[in-house]
Every structure is written in structure tokens, then in C-alpha cells.
């Protein structure tokens, strides 16, 4: 069985080649088929039939035997060691600790399941939006707004309604601005919004499955009638690979506390990065590359006595809310903020695209796309 790579990991990948002879390097991943720009890619697989495959890079292709797929369930500061699983122990001379969050499929696939198995998953998705004629996203985070956006776009027919607990769209990092752009666009590809409202029972009802004439109803009162029912909620950071060895150091989102190194507070060896660093910018994939090569580079700096590197969170931000997918890289609209500023949508158009970012994940794990 192959896996997928995390964000951060992938974006550690160019600079891991610079580290200085005689260091061994280890990547450690658990048993699962998850993988490179898992949530990016996700949101498009279950859209377009093919597209899955694509967004399965194997890690041990890459890095042969300084790849370990196995599950963290432990680490030893004191005696720098991380425990996996099935008992066995890693020594490290330094940590980078990259383990993302998870979610409900689609925005993550969070099954241990081989490779084939979980690109059917997407294929089976695929064909059960088609076959709804009217479609309920659940969460107006990032992801719901994506999801709801991306529907609209690859099946204009459908019948797309978005219901968010919240007056306002996506992260609250965003600027107002931004938010309120993202919403714009989504009322004007023709998706409902209802916003302020919160689904009842959420644990009753089937998602990602054709279920002709479901009835859904808001604590409000509202109901909606649909086909299918995708869940956008919850996304929560994995920290239990450190929870017990950090739990002084986290934040109350469980993400842990690091300096502006990027190294874990208290540990000048041990950084954390992606989704489970916590850092005041929205959680993207974006930023997790940056992040690596903040933390791979004050890794060699440390080694040869140079200064280390400062990360400044949350410079560019870019927020997808529809892709052409069939259009390869040019259909992308997004919105955005450069340094806090708002920025329109044509300018980050070009800076943001999911196909691109798929195609030069696999140029950075030195593999070659399926066509
Ligand atoms: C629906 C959705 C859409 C998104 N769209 C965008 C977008 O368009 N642009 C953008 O920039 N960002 C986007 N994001 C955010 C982006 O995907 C994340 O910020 C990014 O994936 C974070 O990367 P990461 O490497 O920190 O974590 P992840 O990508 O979550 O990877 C973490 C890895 O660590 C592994 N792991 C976890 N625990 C353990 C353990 N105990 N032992 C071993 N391995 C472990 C996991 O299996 C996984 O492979 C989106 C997110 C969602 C949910």
C-alpha cells in the first residue's frame, strides 16, 4: 500500500535534498492512502471522474528508505525518540512535526484503505452528483464554500444550496472584504445561501449518497428538499501523534505554540508546521509549503552555524470559490489578501489554481502525472 503525502510534507521535499551529508532524514506517515494536497484536490476528485487518480503521489517512489509508513502515537523529547504503532521506536536529531487535521470526506479522506479503494471513492462520488438534481453543502467554512462553488460551476443545472450557522462565509482570518466577495460570487454562480441558520441532527442524515426527496430542517424551522447531502464541518487538527508528550503547548485548538523559528516553544530542535502549527493566518496548504521551507532551512542553518530563518504569517492569501476543472488551469476564480490588503479577484486568478498545484506536486516529488 502507497500513501499520500500532507502539504507540509511535500513542500519539505525541495529542501530536504539541501541537508548536509551524514544526516539522515526519516518521514513517517501512518497506513492510510491520504495524500498530497489532500483537501485542495479533494474537493475537486469527487467532481470530475479521473481527477482522483491524480492526486495519489506515492511517498516510497520519492523517498525509498527514508520513508517509514507507519502511525505516531507517542514522542519522547527527552530521549528524542518517536513511537509508532506497532511498538517500534525512531531516533531523531530533529522533529518537524507536520500532521495536518482532519475532517469529514470529501474535504478529507480520512479511511485506511489501499489506493485503488480510495480513488473509487471519488469515482463513486462522482456519479452520485450526477445523479442529484439538487445538491446541500452543510458548513460555509473555506470548505463549504468551495465545495458549493465548485458543484455550481462543474453542473450549472444543479440545484446548489449552502447552509452556514454563521451571518458571515469562510475563515474569520479573512478580511470582511474578501469574505463578503466570496459570497458575492457564490449568489452570483446561482447557489442558495442560507446563512444564520443550523442544521438539526446532523448525525441523522447520510451523506455523499443520491437520496432522492431527503428532507432537511434547521433549528429555524427552514426546510430544504434535497438529492444529496455533503457535510463541510468540523475540520479539527490531528495532534494526537503529540498531545500527551506538548500538552503544555498547545493552543486551545490543540495546533502547537511556535516561535516566529517555527520551532516548538521550549524545543530548539523539534518544529511544527502546516495546520498543526498555530500561526494567525487560515489554515492553507499555500502557507504549510512555506512553512517547510522555513523549518528545513533553519534545520541546515542550525548545522552549519548560520542565523535562523523568520517566518511573517499569513502574507498572500488566496480563496478559491470555483473551478472549471475540465478547464485545466485557467478556471480558477479567487479571492484574496496580500499583506491584509484586499486584492481583486482577476489578479490572483492567475496565482491560484488547482490543476497547477497538482502538476507541480508531482514535479516536486520528482514523479511524473498520469496523464
Ligand atoms: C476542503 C478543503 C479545501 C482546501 N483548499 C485549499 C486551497 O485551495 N488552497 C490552499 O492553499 N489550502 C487549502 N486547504 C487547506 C490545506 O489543504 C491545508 O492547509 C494543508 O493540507 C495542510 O497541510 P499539512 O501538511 O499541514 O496537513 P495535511 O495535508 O492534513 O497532512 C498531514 C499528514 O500527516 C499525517 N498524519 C497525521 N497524524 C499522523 C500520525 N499520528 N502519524 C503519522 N502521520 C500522521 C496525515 O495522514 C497526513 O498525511 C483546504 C482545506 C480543506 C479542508
Request: aromatic letters at 6%.
Amino acid at each position: 500500500m502507497d500513501t499520500r503525502a500532507g502539504a507540509a510534507e511535500v513542500g519539505c521535499r525541495p529542501e530536504i535534498t539541501k541537508v548536509p551529508p551524514g544526516e539522515p532524514l526519516g518521514t513517517c506517515d501512518p497506513p492510510d492512502p491520504r495524500g498530497m494536497w489532500p483537501d485542495i484536490t479533494s474537493l475537486l476528485s469527487p467532481l470530475a471522474t479521473g481527477f482522483a487518480r491524480k492526486t495519489f503521489i506515492s511517498y516510497s517512489v520519492t523517498f525509498g528508505d527514508s520513508f517509514r509508513q507507519g502511525e505516531v502515537v507517542g514522542i519522547d523529547p527527552a530521549r528524542q525518540r518517536v513511537l509508532l504503532s506497532d511498538g517500534e521506536e525512531l531516533h531523531y536529531s530533529h522533529l518537524i512535526l507536520a500532521t495536518g487535521s482532519d475532517g469529514p470526506f470529501p474535504g478529507k479522506f480520512n479511511q485506511v484503505i489501499d489506493m485503488e479503494s480510495a480513488i473509487q471513492t471519488y469515482e463513486d462520488m462522482v456519479k452520485e452528483i450526477e445523479k442529484s438534481e439538487r445538491i446541500l453543502v452543510v458548513g460555509g467554512g473555506a470548505a463549504g464554500v468551495e465545495m458549493a462553488a465548485e458543484i455550481k460551476t462543474e453542473y450549472p443545472a444543479k440545484e446548489v444550496t449552502l447552509i452556514h450557522s454563521k451571518v458571515v462565509l469562510a475563515d474569520v482570518e479573512l478580511l470582511h472584504s474578501v469574505r463578503q466577495e466570496a459570497k458575492e460570487i457564490l449568489l452570483r454562480k446561482g447557489v442558495r445561501l442560507l446563512l444564520g441558520e443550523r442544521v438539526s441532527d446532523v448525525e441523522s442524515l447520510t451523506p455523499n449518497r443520491f437520496q432522492k426527496d431527503t428532507v432537511v430542517r434547521t433549528e429555524k424551522g427552514t426546510e430544504v428538499v434535497v438529492d444529496m447531502v455533503v457535510l463541510c464541518t468540523g475540520i479539527k487538527i490531528n495532534s494526537s501523534a503529540y498531545a500527551a508528550a506538548f500538552g503544555d503547548r498547545l493552543a486551545s485548538n490543540s495546533a502547537l505554540k511556535v516561535n516566529k523559528h517555527l520551532q516548538l516553544e521550549g524545543y530548539e530542535n523539534i518544529y511544527a508546521i502546516g495546520d498543526c502549527a498555530d500561526l494567525k493566518e487560515p489554515k492553507m496548504a499555500y502557507h504549510a509549503g512555506l512553512h517547510a521551507n522555513v523549518a528545513v532551512t533553519n534545520i541546515i542553518n542550525s548545522l552549519t552555524h548560520k542565523p535562523l530563518k523568520t517566518y511573517k504569517p499569513g502574507k498572500v492569501i488566496c480563496f478559491p470559490v470555483g473551478t472549471a476543472v475540465k478547464c485545466a488551469h485557467i478556471g480558477t476564480v479567487t479571492v484574496g489578501q496580500v499583506n491584509g490588503y484586499y486584492v481583486g479577484r482577476l489578479l490572483v486568478t492567475i496565482a491560484k489554481s488547482r490543476d497547477l498545484f497538482v502538476s507541480k506536486s508531482w514535479k516536486t516529488m520528482g514523479q511524473t502525472m498520469p496523464s
